[in-house]
């Protein structure tokens, strides 16, 4: 749902809201692997870090990111290869 939300809603305060929602539950490790094996929801906040000007929403999603990077298999698999 909250997928769904970072990728339809072009409303910076909800997808803040939304990607901040993703950062808490990614302190889980259960829910970091839930939200790296939904296709592109982690690309989609690495687009929005791009796409804002928002320094706000720009720091929720790579906080977000830096919570989902503790999955260090993902990592790993991202520096093979690296988003576009």
């Not at 808490?24 to 690309?43: F, P, W």
Request: charged share 30%; aromatic share 4%; hydrophobic share 35%.
């Amino acid at each position: 749902m909250t997928g769904k939300v970072i990728e339809n809603v072009r409303v910076n305060s909800v997808q803040n809201r939304a990607v901040r929602t993703l950062a808490n539950l990614a302190q889980d490790e259960q829910c970091r692997r839930e939200i790296h094996d939904t296709e592109g929801l982690v690309e989609n906040m690495v687009k929005l870090i791009k796409d804002t000007d928002d320094v706000e929403c720009q720091q929720t999603y790579l906080r977000a990111l830096r919570y989902q990077m503790r999955k260090q298999d993902w990592a790993m698999a991202q520096l093979r290869h690296p988003f576009p």
